[in-house]
């Protein structure tokens, strides 16, 4: 299994746009499916993004549809998660999610998740 690392949260305005990464460690990157999820304080966890193995499917929901980009480097063993236009209910802890299957939305598959890292969105 792989093991993952996020990074580049922060605080930002809103309107503002941040960068999150994804650093896996291992050779079975490419092999999964790598997902965006977020929670929000006193909220169930969300999904926000996903990416098939080879980076050539995405998807997202409506609520960031337009302003989030999911990306992949195999070679970097790197996923990343680059949010634009953010508004402050886009605030919560964003973690990187490493799936077996392509099942986007659903967390049944995912197999192993990072620490989390917190994005603040002020208004």
């Known amino acids: 299994q792989v093991q993952l690392v996020e990074s580049g949260g922060g605080s930002v305005q809103a309107g503002g746009s941040l960068r999150l990464s994804c650093a896996a460690s291992?050779?079975?990157?490419?092999?999964?499916?790598m997902e965006w999820f977020r929670q929000a304080p006193g909220k169930e966890r969300e999904f926000v993004a996903a990416?098939?193995?080879?980076?050539?499917?995405?998807y997202y929901p409506d609520s960031v549809k337009g302003r989030y980009t999911i990306s992949r480097d195999n070679a970097k063993n790197t996923v990343y998660l680059q949010m634009n236009s953010l508004k402050p209910e886009d605030t919560a802890v964003y973690y990187c999610?490493?799936?077996?299957?392509?099942?986007?939305?659903?967390?049944?598959?995912?197999?192993?998740w990072g620490q989390g890292t917190l994005v603040t969105v002020s208004s």
């Open positions: 999610a490493a799936g077996t299957h392509w099942a986007p939305v659903r967390d049944t598959y995912v197999a192993v």
């Open positions: 990416i098939n193995w080879s980076g050539s499917s995405t």
């Open positions: 291992g050779r079975t990157f490419s092999s999964y499916v």
